[in-house]
Nanobody, 120 residues
Framework: QVQLVESGGGLVQPGGSLTLSCAAS????????MNWYRQAPGKQRELVAS?????STTYVESVKGRFTISREKNTVSLQMNALKPEDTAVYYC????????????????WGQGSQVTVSS
């Protein structure tokens, strides 16, 4: 069984910073991609940032220059700077994993969600 456990959410003032982390644990898997999604009430869930196995990164336009995604082994982090009220959402870690034992399934796993609130 694979689990993704998130940490680092909280309340921050506009212009402030937070860093989210997500650790993948379990047996017999490799990580292809890791991603951060977010969803605010009344809005669609959107892909915020992603990082491939080779280290290539992608960001949604609204966070470019402010957010940075990085990965160290089985942990993905999202450094968020210059936060704005519109960044307020529940942030979800996502990993695209492949099992290294038969039947070698490839499956998405999700973290539990972290509330990020940007408010004065």
């Amino acid at each position: 069984q694979v689990q993704l456990v998130e940490s680092g959410g909280g309340l921050v003032q506009p212009g402030g910073s937070l860093t989210l982390s997500c650790a993948a644990s379990g047996n017999s898997f490799i990580i292809f991609d890791m991603n951060w999604y977010r969803q605010a009430p009344g809005k669609q869930r959107e892909l915020v940032a992603s990082i491939t196995r080779g280290g290539s990164t992608t960001y949604v336009e609204s966070v470019k220059g402010r957010f940075t995604i990085s990965r160290e082994k089985n942990t993905v982090s999202l450094q968020m700077n210059a936060l704005k009220p519109e960044d307020t959402a529940v942030y979800y870690c996502n990993a695209d994993l492949g099992m290294t034992t038969p039947p070698f399934a490839r499956t998405d796993y999700w973290g539990q969600g972290s509330q990020v609130t940007v408010s004065s």
